[in-house]
């Protein structure tokens, strides 16, 4: 029978940490083929000296996750430019948004090779075609916005009607329903805290956009600078908590659901410890931190608190492409040193899984090659 070996900078079979300089062997031929070893390179060699050996890139592992995307924004222009002005580009381009543009999402997805995805849907059309994809998983986070705390018993109810409806569509291995409440500051307190029990006693998985910008810890603290007024244009009050995003969820028993939280980019060492008390996961964006000039996300305080991270896309408004490739290479190019590149590989895997609260893969002696995502780098 013939074998082959396969090797790569990085080798993640799933299980603890990635390995530098790993090797799988496969044995078989197209869609027959099948692993049967995963080891470190030397020994592979030791153990089939006669299997030719073939560098396939930068690394070999189970199929990544893009554990946060929009895809109804996929025909959104990319755009470049402070976050503000991001966010009025959004609104302006409302008419774009829907079924059309997450089909040209979902083909975008599929030519970068991810069949995981964690999606942040406000269309009820597009919820329902997430839902009924086939070869397609992860959760579909229905988004909700309500500002005005006046409006909170109403949007929730409305909120709890169509989420029980999209959950009649599950199907098994297929996308699950989960819940997006935006941010901290566009839903009102009393809104987080009954999407926050409603999500808890149904069991949903949550994911929030916070500590994006670094105007949105100036909002919470003080209720100044530039998205409070932004705020204010909209009509919005906001009474600041005089905490961080991440202290007024905790403080509200948000972080009690174990929400997975998105971009965290302006946090401190108090936030993360939270975090991680909580057993929230974190998702990390950086070609749209980096597009929307929000900052640089701190991956060495987070891998230092041992707090799950999970790499996304983000939408095609803000990346050029939805490839988790090109996320890694420019998490890798932004963090230096600071992010191994085994520790990134296993992000972008178990972390995503982690974030979707879904079950991470593992690579098997025994299972198809098929399985086999390669990182070509
Ligand atoms: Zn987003």
Redesign the pocket.
Known sequence: MQRRILTADVVYNGLGTARAAGAVVLQGEGEAAQIIAVDSLERIRQRFPEAPITRVGFALSPPPVNA???LDLSRLPYFRGDYLSFIRHVIKSQQQRGLEAARDGLAELRRHGVRVVGD?VAREEVMTLLLSEPALSGVAYWEVIGPDPAEAERIFNETVAKVRAFRRLERPGGVRVGLSPHTPHTVSAPLLQKLTQFAHTDGLPLQI?VA?TPFEAALHRTGMGPLAEFMRTFGASWQPSGLSPVGYLASLGVLEARPTL??MVHVDEEDVRAVQRAGCAVIH?PR?NEALECGRFPWERYAKHGVDVAL?T??LG?APDLSLEAELSAAAALHGSKASPLALVRAAVKGGYRALGLPPPRINRGDSASGLYIWRG
Do not use: A, F
Request: net charge negative; hydrophobic share 15%; with cysteine.
């Open positions: 946060h995307t929009h942040i956009h994006e998105v971009h964006c749209s996304g983000d939408s803000s």
